[in-house]
């Protein structure tokens, strides 16, 4: 297991939008679709994607859900 002080929060943006990434592929669905089961906006999404925004937790499980997964699995390490 990885420690938690080997990790910035830049590297928890870039695991989330690497994994949301990976899921919206998975599903075959676009960041608008997303963005419309969410409630969230594109752009706002596709900020979280390449890696600009720091996003809440709240909002993690909005797209959590939206992505049809959890978001624990959007933060984990694959």
Do not use: C, P, W
């Not at 928890?12 to 608008?32: G, P, S």
């Amino acid at each position: 297991m990885i420690a938690m002080d080997q990790f910035h929060a830049h590297t928890f943006r870039k695991i989330l939008a690497r994994n949301m990434r990976i899921r919206r592929a998975e599903l075959d669905i676009t960041q608008e679709e997303v963005a419309l089961r969410t409630g969230l906006t594109q752009a706002y999404l596709s900020g979280i994607e390449r890696e600009k925004r720091n996003v809440t937790l709240d909002n993690i499980q909005k797209i959590a859900l939206a992505l049809e997964t959890t978001g624990a699995e959007l933060l984990n390490i694959r």
